[in-house]
């Protein structure tokens, strides 16, 4: 093995070797309970090529990114250690990547972060020095340039393969394939997006990106949630911006015999990344089984992801 491949992620060996990629997601707890990020990891391991691990999602505290991303990595999984604009400055934000990749970890994926209103301190003031196009450049400054934002030289560069998020469904929708342009344009060489529901527009917005060549320039990994329940179904469909549920989901669920609703749910997101396999433009999936990390390795085997390959 060269010294370059040795340098690369696991998630970026996969990607570039043409294997459809398969990656996770964990939540810290709300508090110090690292047993709670063990058990949840115990899941993941052997079912995933990386395990994105959130940064005070929805706004609520949590236990750091970085910090769960160095136990999670101590237990055999791969981070990919996710920073959000909101609650850091340039300052911060670079010194935390460095401090991340010093540790091993070389996947981050780089985000706006949920608004603060939303989370259980409202009145936090939110941050946002840059934005995730800004640090996207940043990383990939460091990165191939050896320099800081400012221009100062890097001591030791840090070897991150940089992600972004896409959302195909957020108003305008004519507008989203062209930011999905820019963060490529800004140094994104992957994007996991949005969880999907609706195919039909999943479909048309992923024909754009190839017609557009963008995918031949960035890898896309298509955001799946497994629903548990017609009420969650139902909550996302109206309380979630820029998450468009059809209802003939909801009617699948709510047709699913009682008791099986949870099963039905599953069975669409195999169905969904069945059909992702063969979709041309899509390099993998990324499952977001929200506190539902013990299913992962039931749906890796039933939509037939498994085993992972060794890169």
Same mark, same amino acid.
């Given at each position: 093995?060269?010294?370059?491949?040795?340098?690369?992620?696991?998630?970026?060996?996969?990607?570039?070797?043409?294997?459809?990629?398969?990656?996770?997601?964990?939540?810290?707890?709300?508090?110090?309970?690292?047993?709670?990020?063990?058990?949840?990891?115990?899941?993941?391991?052997?079912?995933?090529?990386?395990?994105?691990?959130?940064?005070?999602?929805?706004?609520?505290?949590?236990?750091?990114?970085?910090?769960?991303?160095?136990?999670?990595?101590?237990?055999?999984?791969? #981070?990919?250690?996710?920073?959000?604009?909101?609650?850091?400055?340039?300052?911060?934000?670079?010194?935390?990547?460095?401090?991340?990749?010093?540790?091993?970890?070389?996947?981050?994926?780089?985000?706006?972060?949920?608004?603060?209103?939303?989370?259980?301190?409202?009145?936090?003031?939110?941050?946002?020095?840059?934005?995730? /196009?800004?640090?996207?450049?940043?990383?990939?400054?460091?990165?191939?340039?050896?320099?800081? /934002?400012?221009?100062?030289?890097?001591?030791?560069? #840090?070897?991150?393969?940089?992600?972004?998020?896409?959302?195909?469904?957020?108003? #305008?929708?004519?507008?989203?394939?062209?930011?999905?342009?820019?963060?490529?344009?800004?140094?994104?060489?992957?994007?996991?997006?949005?969880?999907?529901?609706?195919?039909?527009?999943?479909?048309?917005?992923?024909?754009?990106?190839?017609?557009?060549?963008?995918?031949?320039?960035?890898?896309?990994?298509?955001?799946?949630?497994?629903?548990?329940?017609?009420? /969650?179904?139902?909550?996302?469909?109206?309380?979630?911006?820029?998450?468009?549920?059809?209802?003939?989901?909801?009617?699948?669920?709510?047709?699913?015999?009682?008791?099986?609703?949870?099963?039905?749910?599953?069975?669409?997101?195999?169905?969904?990344?069945?059909?992702?396999?063969?979709?041309?433009?899509?390099?993998?999936?990324?499952?977001?089984?929200?506190?539902?990390?013990?299913?992962?390795?039931?749906?890796?085997?039933?939509?037939?992801?498994?085993?992972?390959?060794?890169?």
């Amino acid at each position: 093995m060269n010294i370059q491949n040795e340098q690369q992620s696991n998630l970026e060996k996969v990607l570039k070797s043409g294997q459809f990629a398969f990656t996770g997601e964990l939540g810290p707890p709300r508090g110090t309970n690292i047993e709670a990020v063990k058990e949840k990891a115990s899941y993941l391991k052997g079912s995933v090529d990386s395990v994105n691990i959130t940064d005070n999602q929805t706004g609520m505290v949590r236990l750091s990114s970085w910090a769960t991303s160095l136990i999670v990595q101590q237990e055999g999984l791969e #981070p990919n250690f996710q920073m959000v604009c909101r609650d850091r400055n340039r300052l911060a934000m670079q010194a935390d990547i460095l401090g991340v990749n010093a540790h091993g970890i070389k996947n981050v994926l780089c985000l706006s972060g949920d608004h603060q209103q939303f989370g259980d301190h409202p009145h936090a003031k939110g941050v946002f020095d840059i934005d995730s /196009m800004q640090l996207i450049s940043a990383v990939k400054k460091m990165r191939d340039q050896g320099q800081f /934002m400012a221009g100062g030289e890097l001591d030791g560069t #840090p070897n991150m393969f940089i992600g972004a998020a896409a959302n195909p469904f957020a108003q #305008p929708y004519e507008f989203r394939v062209h930011r999905l342009a820019k963060k490529i344009q800004a140094g994104a060489d992957f994007i996991q997006t949005q969880c999907i529901y609706n195919m039909e527009l999943m479909r048309k917005w992923v024909k754009q990106a190839v017609d557009m060549g963008l995918t031949e320039k960035v890898y896309i990994l298509a955001g799946i949630t497994p629903m548990k329940s017609v009420g /969650m179904a139902r909550f996302m469909q109206k309380n979630v911006p820029g998450i468009d549920v059809p209802d003939e989901i909801i009617k699948r669920l709510q047709d699913a015999p009682k008791g099986k609703k949870a099963e039905e749910g599953i069975k669409i997101a195999c169905e969904q990344i069945e059909e992702f396999k063969e979709m041309k433009g899509i390099s993998g999936v990324h499952l977001m089984a929200i506190e539902w990390e013990h299913k992962v390795p039931e749906i890796a085997e039933r939509a037939g992801v498994l085993p992972r390959p060794e890169v």
